[in-house]
């Protein structure tokens, strides 16, 4: 009877000790309503802040209770958060990663599961499970370590990754087990997988804060709890048992701690309270003291939500690291947020809020770190995203994961150069490279450089050895190469040219460039100063008009996004074609106007008197603004039936925040004729077209549209010769066959298209019959 009593006053207990949480919204927050409503305790450094709107945020009951004494008005978005969390959780499997059991999360006990179980199945990867120390109710707290030599202290570069600060933040381990998994699962298929591991340890943390997840896990089985803090008691003194308790573990650090109330709390019963002083709590004594027992470089600590990486400092407005480091900090974020567009600053640069006592600034302030806090999802993913979105959230900070294990060593950028803009026959040319050691460490041994051509480009020599490139150092090499475009070059070609830099941690970065052989004749060149005959229309039938607008992006457009035109050589060049659907001060809001596609026309071209054709245009795009930003495709096109029939050139949906210069050889995807059309398409994958809606904002520019011409003829082979062997014969038809089922390739169209119609069909095979019966 008396065990039945003691589980029932647990149960009671789990019902009444948790208050209630909502999504509100407050309306044109002036920066006198963010400061209060800070003072009063808004967990602003989880907000959704439109500048200008709005701002959202998981606010409690007694929070509310506060603001409704203080006259702040705001709307309830959700009711209860927590509910609304665990109805879009489910259970979820995947062949890609392995899922838990707590609407697709870990549990604590399956944190541990899976770490001992990278321990045991790769050994040789992965270190012995070391705990660093104990929670306040006594719960361990685990560190691993990933190397090719995980239980040996080597002399590598070191790097740390923690995860669960906040206890309702399960993105910040899920997506470092996606990171482990991919290390270990491709260690011997893939050469940065593997150069990371042989080179550098990597330490991972995946919970900093074991009882506050347990505390969520018990009271929420199934997602979706609110627990923020440790699970220290602070409020049942206070004899209010409506409140939270704990100690905000990222408050609790001892750089500039309790450096005033709004970037953090002395209220015990505040989300943000910060303790009684600083390394109050065993959690953030246990990562004091490993990290002082190492030599970190670089450190994430991972949050949700906001899609954003910060850095420090972030206990005062306005105040950024000295320079060089500055840079540095902006250099790598910079370069870390390219393909998932996660917005980068301090945290009054980006959310619009301080902290004092929080673990970025310890880590940089006190030990020397180049410390970030990336927070995963965005503003619809919240706390605790839906369970098909776990999987892309981890995918999306891949990248980053591994930029941070790069910088820790040597990592090298390089610029090439080559200072001609014709490239003839015979001549001879030369090559130089900027070689930047972005990293914190000096080269691992010697640098290599490789140079890897075309077989018409012809180097003196492609292997080149470069004594040590030291830490954040640039070494110019002018004229490093000669190279020649041999007699069996063809003009109207593109040839190309690849180098490798290495040193002996053997990850290699590379860079290509490519090469149009002969001298071309601009045959068109669009600055889009006028409209020009390129004109808008809808992709989908079933869409409204899609629109690009002729415009001068010259100033700030949607969300801070700057656009400059491109690098027209014209000084009236001003304008360029982008997405979007109004101007203001010459700023343009990119958008996907029609939800789907949206989609600009050039006119058609008479291309029939030319041997080849080479199509250069300048591109800037961002797809990451919009909910579903893998979603969102950037697509070139051409056709030779005034589009009857299209070809892709380029669909892509990496983001280029820069204006990145595109140039094709158009006979590689068509032959040339008197109907050559080409089209630009901002397109949606979920785009729904019975009504319009699905798509995310997708932002994107066209300038310097050129078209360069050869005169004659640029087929290698002989017409009806199409696969070049000299003679015309039934492997030629046979290849010309597999080409039109869509089951072989064509080197070239032009040697099979026969009849000149910018098509290969069965017209063209009849020909080649006649050529061979003849």
Request: glycine share 8%; charged share 20%.
């Amino acid at each position: 009877m008396f065990k039945h009593l003691f589980y029932l006053i647990i149960i009671f207990n789990f019902i009444f000790s948790y208050e209630n949480y909502k999504l509100i919204r407050i309306d044109n927050p002036e920066r006198e309503i963010i400061y209060q409503i800070s003072q009063l305790g808004a967990e602003l450094d989880h907000s959704y802040h439109k500048q200008g709107e709005y701002i959202e945020f998981a606010a409690s009951n007694s929070l509310l209770d506060r603001f409704n004494d203080a006259g702040i008005q705001f709307d309830i978005i959700h009711e209860d958060l927590q509910n609304f969390y665990e109805s879009r959780l489910y259970n979820i499997e995947s062949r890609d990663f392995d899922y838990g059991s707590m609407g697709g999360y870990y549990t604590h006990q399956e944190i541990i599961d899976h770490l001992e179980e990278l321990s045991s199945e790769y050994p040789e990867l992965v270190s012995s499970l070391h705990v660093i120390g104990q929670s306040l109710e006594g719960r361990d707290i685990y560190a691993v370590k990933l190397s090719d030599n995980p239980n040996i202290d080597e002399d590598e570069p070191e790097v740390l990754y923690t995860g669960l600060h906040h206890a309702r933040e399960p993105m910040s381990y899920m997506n470092l087990f996606y990171y482990m998994y991919w290390l270990v699962e491709n260690y011997d298929t893939d050469i940065l997988a593997s150069g990371i591991l042989n080179n550098r340890e990597l330490w991972f943390i995946p919970f900093v804060n074991p009882d506050g997840l347990v505390y969520n896990q018990d009271y929420a089985s199934n997602g979706g709890g609110m627990q923020r803090k440790n699970h220290r008691e602070t409020c049942s003194n206070n004899n209010n048992s409506n409140n939270w308790d704990g100690i905000d573990l990222n408050r609790n650090y001892s750089y500039m701690w309790g450096y005033d109330d709004q970037g953090s709390s002395p209220d015990p019963c505040y989300q943000t309270y910060r303790g009684t002083n600083s390394f109050s709590e065993p959690e953030t004594q246990a990562i004091r003291d490993f990290v002082q027992e190492h030599n970190f470089l670089a450190s994430f600590n991972y949050h949700s939500y906001g899609n954003l990486l910060i850095h420090p400092f972030g206990y005062i407005a306005g105040l950024l690291p000295p320079e060089p480091d500055l840079s540095i900090f902006r250099e790598y974020g910079e370069d870390m947020t390219q393909y998932n567009n996660y917005l980068m600053g301090t945290g009054i640069e980006t959310v619009g809020y301080t902290v004092n006592g929080e673990a970025d600034d310890w880590f940089y302030g006190e030990e020397g770190i180049f410390a970030y806090t990336p927070e995963i999802g965005n503003q619809n993913d919240g706390f605790w995203p839906e369970s098909d979105r776990i999987l892309p959230l981890a995918e999306e900070n891949l990248y980053p994961n591994q930029f941070l294990a790069l910088i820790v060593g040597s990592k090298y950028d390089i610029e090439l150069e080559i200072p001609n803009n014709s490239f003839e026959i015979g001549e001879q040319y030369f090559l130089s490279l900027f070689i930047n050691n972005s990293g914190l460490g000096d080269s691992n041994g010697d640098v290599y450089v490789d140079i890897i051509s075309s077989n018409n480009i012809l180097f003196d020599e492609d292997n080149f050895i470069i004594s040590g490139i030291d830490a954040r150092t640039e070494v110019e090499l002018d004229d490093l190469a000669q190279f020649e475009l041999s007699a069996t070059a063809t003009n109207g070609t593109i040839e190309e040219i690849v180098v490798n830099i290495y040193d002996n941690d053997n990850i290699v970065t590379s860079i290509s460039t490519s090469i149009v052989v002969g001298n071309p004749i601009l045959y068109i060149s669009e600055q889009f100063n006028t409209e020009n005959g390129w004109y808008v229309g809808a992709a989908n039938d079933d869409a409204s008009s899609g629109i690009w607008e002729r415009a001068i992006p010259s100033e700030t457009n949607y969300e801070g996004v700057i656009v400059q035109p491109g690098n027209d050589s014209s000084d009236e060049g001003l304008y360029c074609f982008v997405t979007g659907n109004g101007t203001q001060n010459n700023s343009v809001g990119y958008d996907d106007v029609d939800g789907g596609q949206t989609t600009l026309f050039s006119p058609i071209f008479d291309l029939t008197e030319f041997g080849e054709a080479v199509i250069t245009y300048e591109k800037w795009y961002s797809n990451n603004v919009g909910d579903n930003p893998s979603t969102d495709y950037f697509e070139f096109q051409v056709s030779n039936d005034s589009g009857d029939n299209w070809t892709y050139i380029e669909n892509s949906n990496i983001t280029n925040n820069e204006w990145i210069l595109n140039q094709y050889l158009l006979s590689n995807y068509i032959s040339l004729s008197n109907e050559v059309q080409f089209k630009f398409i901002a397109s949606d994958e979920f785009f729904d077209g019975d009504n319009g809606t699905g798509g995310s904002i997708i932002e994107a520019a066209i300038d310097d549209f050129n078209i360069f011409v050869f005169e004659g003829s640029s087929c290698n082979n002989e017409i009806g010769d199409p696969n070049g062997d000299g003679i015309t014969n039934v492997l030629d038809i046979v290849l010309m066959i597999s080409y039109i089922l869509g089951t072989g390739n064509l080197s070239e169209l032009c040697s099979a298209d026969l009849n000149g119609d910018g098509l290969v069909n069965v017209l063209d095979i009849v020909l080649v019959v006649n050529i061979i019966l003849d």
